[in-house]
């Protein structure tokens, strides 16, 4: 099955900067997308098409794609971006999808 | 304004039945894809099925197939996911979201419960 692999974890500081990376087990690579999810909340989109912002996300989110892993970034982070973030893209039928396993952000 | 409203979750038996319904209004209802999609308590997020605009298409993750069917009435404008044959491993809050390859809208879930 096709599986997006997540770093379970990722630290900052206010104002650094956060990547957290997906990695694709398979070619070829469908688009990633990326949301990010607060405690008992429904989770946002963030990032469509790898790396095309929704309307209403700050633009100190962004994402990127080099061969099989994908990477959000937020750039000046904030503690208020303090959250879930989970990627997902097509499974490699096209019409099944699949998440990462999440990165709990923290913002220190 | 896109809303997605979920209602059906409850505490079941194991080996129960369940039918969780979504009622979408805000955008034309019968030109997007629509998806369950769970979450298990302290756990990350697990993508169960989909469905095409007029229900002739419709995919699930392996663990359901067999045991959880989609279907939609698009008179109703709603998204259904019957589950059958409920395990432990089935307790999530579970959320309907439009889908187009992403997920740009979702309900805010129901949550089921399966447990003697």
């Known amino acids: 099955s096709y599986e997006l692999t997540q770093p379970p974890s990722v630290s900052v500081s206010p104002g650094q900067t956060a990547r957290i990376t997906c990695s694709a087990d398979a070619l070829p690579k469908q688009f990633a997308y990326w949301y990010q999810q607060k405690p008992g909340q429904a989770p946002v989109l963030v990032i469509y098409?790898?790396?095309e912002r929704p309307s209403g996300i700050p633009e100190r989110f962004s994402g990127s794609s080099s061969g099989t892993t994908v990477t959000l970034t937020i750039s000046g982070v904030q503690a208020e971006d303090e959250a879930d973030y989970y990627c997902?893209?097509?499974?490699?039928?096209?019409?099944?999808?699949?998440f990462g396993g999440g990165t709990k952000l923290t913002v220190l | 304004e896109v809303q997605l409203v979920e209602s059906g979750g409850g505490l079941v038996q194991p080996g129960g039945s369940l039918r969780l319904s979504c009622a979408a209004s805000g955008f034309t209802f019968t030109t997007y894809w629509m998806s369950w999609v769970r979450q298990a308590p302290g756990k990350g997020l697990e993508w169960v099925a989909n469905i095409k605009q007029d229900g002739s298409e419709k995919y699930y993750v392996d663990s359901v197939k067999g045991r959880f069917t989609i279907f939609r009435d698009n008179a109703k404008n709603s998204l259904y996911l019957q589950m059958n044959s409920l395990r432990a491993e089935d307790t999530a809050v579970y959320y309907c979201a439009r889908d187009e390859a992403s997920f740009d809208y979702w309900g805010q879930g129901t949550l089921v419960t399966v447990s003697s």
């Open positions: 997902q893209s097509a499974d490699s039928s096209g019409s099944g999808r699949v």
């Open positions: 098409k790898d790396s």
